[in-house]
């Protein structure tokens, strides 16, 4: 566990992470494998759908590089980015939540 002056770095730059943009283009290359006979688009759609709470027929229209997107999207996207980072160092053991860490 880290303390003192590189805790607080490492907050910082947490901090100053989630308020980034983070587009949906960007989201889809790190979040959405590219499979053989799976339509990647459609992929990236349903995914951003999921995270965003809205339909998949809205994100369709948002325009093929989704340039058409309101601005809170990027946003939304930034923080299920860091939430699927963070799931990945818990199910990696890098990080271990604690006992009293919510269930729902």
Known sequence: MQTGRTSHQNNHRIDILRQLPLEPTDYCHRWVSQEPGRNY???????????????????????????RRPKYVTRILRQADLINQFRQLVAKGIVTLPPNFPQE
């Open 41 to 67: 688009r459609k992929a990236c759609i349903n995914a951003i759908a999921q995270v965003t709470g809205t339909s998949p027929k809205t994100v369709k229209d948002w325009g093929t590089d989704f340039r």
